[in-house]
């Protein structure tokens, strides 16, 4: 009986590990929000982990347009998650963002070497968003009927991360940093995918009434 439970226990493990949930908060995040008018949102870095036989029909460029692709389906999804929210503060159109970024010589999707600040200044807000987004198999509409057709597979998916984090432009501190892990399906669209990544965090970021 103790070894049957103990193998239930494995068994279980990264079930319980994809489900996982953690936020933290700065002590003083009421006094960032406070101090903040406006919120952008950068597009997020994607990693798409396929399987061997997956990757065999794509080339090293296509797969980085689809994850380029897949941050801007990310990061409109975020934005109008956040639109349907009652909030403290406005968010900045993702489109301008965009624009901003660009016309200041920035690539949307490498802006690392920049600081929080730096790109405020840019983009005129005093909070960003950044952060991660990995996937096994769920990508965004159009790419999920090509992919689903060239493998022959419409199966579930394994897991999706997503890592978001919402640093001052003041000072370039962390006030929010939200992890959380899901199971999808290769039927979900983004927007769905962004909901339900979100959907227990609404009432606990700051920024949202």
Known sequence: MKRLL???AVCLMPFFM???TDLYVHPNADTYVANTKTIAILPLKVQVNLSLKELKDFTQEQMIAMSKNEALEIQKATYFWFLKRELKVQIQ?????????????????????YTSSELGAILGVETIVT?????????????????AVLTGYFG??????????????TDNVMVVKYLK???GTVGSNMQDQINKLMR???RRIPYTK
Do not use: A, C
């Not at 200041?104 to 802006?111: A, E, P, R, V």
């Open 93 to 113: 159109d993702p489109q301008k963002t965009n624009e901003l970024l660009k016309n200041n010589g920035i690539d949307i999707h490498d802006y690392d070497t």
């Open 200 to 202: 227990k965090v609404s």
């Open 18 to 20: 994809l489900s996982q």
């Open 156 to 169: 579930p998916t394994n897991s999706t991360t997503l890592n978001m984090e919402f640093k001052s432009t």
């Open 6 to 8: 103990v193998f239930f």
């Open 131 to 147: 952060g991660t987004f990995e996937t096994s198999k769920l990508l965004s509409n159009g790419v999920v009927v090509g992919l």
């Open 181 to 183: 892990n899901v199971r």
